[in-house]
Antibody, heavy 121, light 107 residues
Framework: EVQLVQSGAEVRKPGDCLKI?????????????IGWVRQMPGKGLEWMGI????????RYSPSFQGQVTISADKSINTTYLQWSSLEASDTAMYYC??????????????WGQGTLVTVSS | DIQMTQSPSSLSASVGDRVTITCRAS??????LNWYQQKPGKAPKLLIY???SLQSGVPSRFSGSGSGPDFTLTISSLQPEDSASYYC?????????FGQGTKLEIK
């Protein structure tokens, strides 16, 4: 059974750094793209970026390029989303997400449970 | 980036109604179009991929059509459990942008 299990909720102050994680299981981690999706409170879904753990090829939305870093450790089947300096506007639910088909980004069939990040002074 | 525009942004319909949500891409995307359902407090769920393919386990009352820039999600006979937000997403090129969403309410 494919599972994506994300790290728990975080509360941070503006200017803090943060790294959240998503561990994949039940499939070949290195042959599927895995991405991150943001959902701000009461708002829609925003595609942030995606990584191919097999070779660490990473693509970012221009809206998030330079604001976050996506990485993966294929030795432990885990992908990460990190910030070097959080802002209040980073307060949101963050989902990791895996497409249904190996080697493509088409159709996100598997989602993590979400990690709520709250940034407040 | 490819922009995805959904309409309407919200709608209200009765049980048994036929409901249609549309999605327009800012350029041709072939059939690289996905539809998702999201209920409050839950992760999104894939309904339709490649414009018209029904994801496994999704009720057959959901269907998708279209190609190029214009796509449609249809619910043939609305059920109470279909109350949710619906999003389209293009997977033609990264960033794989989402539409802004359609909130569907049951009357």
């Amino acid at each position: 059974e494919v599972q994506l299990v994300q790290s728990g909720a975080e509360v941070r102050k503006p200017g803090d750094c943060l790294k959240i994680s998503c561990k994949g299981s039940g499939y070949s981690f290195t042959t599927y793209w895995i991405g991150w999706v943001r959902q701000m409170p009461g708002k829609g879904l925003e595609w942030m970026g995606i990584i191919y753990p097999g070779d660490s090829d990473t693509r970012y939305s221009p809206s998030f390029q330079g604001q976050v870093t996506i990485s993966a450790d294929k030795s432990i089947n885990t992908t990460y989303l990190q910030w070097s300096s959080l802002e209040a506007s980073d307060t949101a639910m963050y989902y990791c997400a895996r497409p249904r088909t190996a080697g493509t980004t088409s159709g996100i069939a598997y989602w993590g449970q979400g990690t709520l990040v709250t940034v407040s002074s | 980036d490819i922009q995805m525009t959904q309409s309407p942004s919200s709608l209200s319909a009765s049980v048994g109604d036929r409901v249609t949500i549309t999605c327009r891409a800012s350029q041709s995307i072939g059939n690289y179009l996905n539809w998702y359902q999201q209920k409050p407090g839950k992760a999104p769920k894939l309904l339709i991929y490649d414009a018209s393919s029904l994801q496994s386990g999704v009720p057959s009352r959901f269907s998708g059509s279209g190609s190029g820039p214009d796509f449609t999600l249809t619910i043939s006979s609305l059920q109470p459990e279909d109350s949710a937000s619906y999003y389209c997403q293009q997977s033609y090129s990264t960033p794989n942008t989402f539409g802004q969403g359609t909130k569907l309410e049951i009357k």
